[in-house]
T-cell receptor, first 118, second 115 residues
Framework: GAVVSQHPSRVICKSGTSVKIECRSLDFQATTMFWYRQFPKQSLMLMATSNEGSKATYEQGVEKDKFLINHASLTLSTLTVTSAHPEDSSFYIC??????????????FGEGSWLTVV | AQSVAQPEDQVNVAEGNPLTVKCTYSVSGNPYLFWYVQYPNRGLQFLLKYITGDNLVKGSYGFEAEFNKSQTSFHLKKPSALVSDSALYFCAVRGSYSSASKIIFGSGTRLSIRP
């Protein structure tokens, strides 16, 4: 089946630095990808919708200058957490929409990336 | 606005017994409903979806869900639970099938299957 890959799965960075998380659709093209944040034992919070070739659409309350999203190709979206702070520590999950074939517009999720800011 | 509710934080079932994880939704127009499962420290795995057609939808790992329009529910079911089914389950809804439509998740239900 369709696979969405996230990298890195775990990253530790120092406060004030930036860190990039990649989301790739491995066997389908994804014009739309989504970035979520999940706090421990809580549901997923949609941060932004990433559209290939155009600017991302951010949810209310999400700082677009802090969480930079780039969707430069049909198989890759990146989330860059800039000037990271400890409160940015979280589990970040991406998803991609497969609009082709028998999947019929199913959304597939990556394995998630644990970010720890120290 | 669309929303989805999972009224139970946790469901405990003995192995071999049937299980039900509840989900209700609110959306204007026709709903597009999904169930996902999340294992510890992992991403979400797609289980099944309802778009249109038969109200009973069959999905992965022997799970099924029943769409009930009058009760605005989409409960997840399995006739015989396995210990390996223990995980966090999310119900999700989308108000339309357009590429711009967001998917909204419920708060999640932790399913615990005891041997």
């Amino acid at each position: 089946g369709a696979v969405v890959s996230q990298h890195p799965s775990r990253v530790i960075c120092k406060s004030g630095t930036s860190v990039k998380i990649e989301c790739r659709s491995l066997d389908f093209q994804a014009t739309t990808m989504f970035w979520y944040r999940q706090f421990p034992k809580q549901s997923l919070m949609l941060m932004a919708t990433s559209n290939e070739g155009s600017k991302a659409t951010y949810e209310q309350g999400v700082e677009k200058d802090k969480f930079l999203i780039n969707h430069a190709s049909l198989t890759l979206s990146t989330l860059t957490v800039t000037s990271a702070h400890p409160e940015d520590s979280s589990f970040y999950i991406c998803s991609a929409r497969d609009r082709t074939g028998s999947s019929g517009n199913t959304i597939y999720f990556g394995e998630g990336s644990w970010l720890t800011v120290v | 606005a669309q929303s989805v509710a999972q009224p139970e934080d946790q469901v405990n079932v003995a192995e071999g017994n049937p299980l039900t994880v509840k989900c209700t939704y609110s959306v204007s127009g026709n709903p597009y409903l999904f169930w996902y499962v999340q294992y510890p420290n992992r991403g979400l795995q797609f289980l099944l979806k309802y778009i249109t057609g038969d109200n009973l939808v069959k999905g992965s790992y022997g799970f099924e869900a029943e769409f009930n329009k009058s009760q605005t529910s989409f409960h997840l079911k399995k006739p015989s639970a396995l210990v390996s089914d223990s995980a966090l389950y999310f119900c999700a809804v989308r108000g339309s099938y357009s590429s711009a439509s967001k998917i909204i998740f419920g708060s999640g239900t932790r399913l615990s299957i005891r041997p």
